[in-house]
Nanobody, 124 residues
C-alpha cells in the first residue's frame, strides 16, 4: 500500500521560509515522479512544483507563481521529497499536498497517490 506522509506545516511571516517534506512508502520511490499541489480557501487545487523520476533525469518544473522562490528536491535514499519555500507571500497561504505519479506531474489526472495535506499560513 502506497503512503505519502507529510510533515507539519506552519505559520510564518511574509518574507520568511518554510520547508515541507513528504515521506513515501509502498513502492520504489525513485521510479516515480513526485510533486506538490496547493489549495487556497475558495480556490481549486493547483500545481506548485514537480520533480521527475531518476530515469527521467530528476528534472524539476514549477508554477510561474513560485519560480525563483520555491525549490523542490528529492532524496531517493530516504524516499522523501522536499519543498523549500522562501520569500513567502500571504498569497502562498494554502493547504499543500504531496503527490506521486508514474509520469510527469502537473495535472491532477497524472497523480495516483496524495499526501494528507499540510496547512501553510503566511501572515502579512
Amino acid at each position: 500500500q502506497v503512503q505519502l506522509v507529510q510533515s507539519a506545516g506552519g505559520l510564518v511571516q511574509a518574507g520568511g521560509s518554510l520547508r515541507l517534506s513528504c515521506a513515501a512508502s509502498g513502492r520504489t520511490f525513485s521510479n516515480y515522479a513526485m510533486g506538490w499541489f496547493r489549495q487556497a480557501p475558495g480556490k481549486e487545487r493547483e500545481f506548485v512544483a514537480a520533480v521527475s523520476s531518476w530515469w527521467n533525469g530528476g528534472t524539476t518544473r514549477y508554477a510561474d507563481s513560485v519560480k525563483g522562490r520555491f525549490t523542490i528536491s528529492r532524496d531517493n535514499a530516504k524516499n522523501t521529497v522536499y519543498l523549500q519555500m522562501n520569500s513567502l507571500k500571504p498569497e502562498d497561504t494554502a493547504l499543500y499536498y504531496c503527490a506521486s505519479g508514474p509520469a510527469a506531474i502537473e495535472l491532477e489526472s497524472t497523480v495516483d497517490y496524495w499526501g494528507q495535506g499540510t496547512q501553510v499560513t503566511v501572515s502579512s
